[in-house]
DNA sequence: GGTTGCATGTAAATGGTTACATGATTGT
DNA sequence: ACAATCATGTAACCATTTACATGCAACC
């Protein structure tokens, strides 16, 4: 079995109880979205299975018009299974781009939407980068959390300097379709 | 509709004619391999409706004991279609990480346990790295592979020299599972 | 008056992977 | 003798995404 959304939220609720809302939102906000994700859809019937295996408890919270706050947090069993789970050996970590898929063809894209196409590209790791860079929301610290964010900086400053660098390989000359000329 | 299989097959063609094998085989060795993937069961499908939908031709090459090779390339129609989804916007580049989902909880991993996967890790990107850097099969060199291959470059760098420089952040003291002691 | 945030959930559709089946040849 | 390379394909299984459904409060 490898790391599906059950093995992540057993994770993340070890480090503390939470709602499916808030797992979702962990992902979005904190340090780990760039290298995990998961729906609403994944989540909450994941956690649903977790409490069916008792893994996890819940404490309901009422609220006013809200749906109730279904607050969930590991049982020792719980524990037990996620310290079983750090031992599997960890899958291949894995990239997919469609934006470098596109890039692939640059030479089949008109030069004003290729410089588009790079500055939006650019803008929104900019963006990551700075989400990482300044953490609002300072998390517990544990030293894999620094290490993790460290990563993802480390990461992103490398794609953004190499695609700032670079692009002009791209853009030089308008080769605006000259391909299959001959068909 | 997303950049698929189906899509990726297209473009690969639109380079040139090639088999089911060589096209999976380009992920592998190729350039290309560090942002797309495709194994054998989405390939050789998705060039089957190709065909069907008269996207691409093959000329069937007979083989003594092995099966007939089927050389695919696209037709004028497939061009066609392959420059009219070119024109999609590409979704958000995704990196998913199970080594780093363990990182997260180093302080749960044996110290000699840590030291082995980060060693693995390591050893596995500078193989990946390699490959980029020695291009043994020199392919037709268009701007956008260039391109691509050297961001796979600095990508590679990037992380390694980052766990190298910062690994020690995890190693340093053994934090063999002190949590939840009160459970 | 519309969007965003809070909060949960279901069901269908999707787009794949994994495993299997076949088989000759070459290398270890 | 065994694994790998070449070469194609099918089918069951799968985890997830997407879209939908609901609804209040606060902000713009």
Redesign the pocket.
Known sequence: ????????CLGLLSRGSA???????SFEEGPIGYFL????????????RLTEEGLVGLKV?Q?????????YSLTARGHAAFEESLRVDP?PDRFRSEFLFLLLFADHIPKDHLRHLIDERLADYRCKLRLLEEPSIPMPNSPGLEFIRGQGIAFYRAIIDYIEHNRHLLEAQDARVPAHAAE
Chains 1, 2 share one sequence.
């Open positions: 079995m490898a790391i599906d959304v059950r093995t992540i709602t499916g809302y808030e797992i979702k939102k994700e998961a729906s609403f859809g994944a989540i909450y019937p994941a956690l649903g919270e609220q006013d018009g809200k749906p109730d706050r279904k607050v899958g």
